[in-house]
C-alpha cells in the first residue's frame, strides 16, 4: 500500500509556471505507475500525464503535450509535474495517482478507474 502527499498548488499568472510534486510513502515506490489528473468545477476527473515505473515510458493528454512534464525519482519516492506555459484553462485540483499495473497503452493508462490509490490534491489556480 502507498499514501500519496500533493504540493506545489498555488495562483500564476498566464504564461506562468508550477512545479508539482507527489511524495509517497512505502518502500516499493519503484513498484507503481504514477499519473496526475485534474478536476475543473463542474468537470469530470481527466488525464494529465503518466510515467513507468522505471521512468522510461511516458504519457501526456493532448492538452498539456508540451508544456508540462513528468518526472520521477524512485530513490526519494517522488514525482513531479512541471507545468509551464499554464493557462487558464488549466484550473483544476491537481490530484496524484499510483497503479501496480504496468503502464500500457495510453488508453489504459488515461482510465481513473486503473488507479488504486489517490492523494487528497493540490489546487492550481490561472488567472488570465
Not at 502527499?5 to 516499493?28: I, K, M, N
Not at 525519482?73 to 491537481?94: F, R, S
Request: a positive charge.
Amino acid at each position: 500500500q502507498v499514501q500519496l502527499v500533493e504540493s506545489g498548488g498555488g495562483l500564476v499568472q498566464a504564461g506562468g509556471s508550477l512545479r508539482l510534486s507527489c511524495a509517497a510513502s512505502g518502500r516499493t515506490f519503484s513498484s507503481y505507475t504514477m499519473a496526475w489528473f485534474r478536476q475543473a468545477p463542474g468537470k469530470e476527473r481527466e488525464f494529465v500525464a503518466a510515467i513507468g515505473r522505471s521512468g522510461t515510458g511516458t504519457y501526456y493528454a493532448d492538452s498539456v503535450k508540451g508544456r508540462f512534464t513528468i518526472s520521477r525519482d524512485n530513490a526519494k519516492n517522488t514525482v513531479t509535474l512541471q507545468m509551464n506555459n499554464l493557462k487558464p484553462e488549466d484550473t483544476a485540483v491537481y490530484y496524484c495517482a499510483a497503479t501496480t499495473d504496468y503502464i500500457g497503452t495510453y488508453y489504459y493508462t488515461s482510465r481513473a478507474t486503473r488507479y488504486n490509490y489517490w492523494g487528497q490534491g493540490t489546487q492550481v489556480t490561472v488567472s488570465s
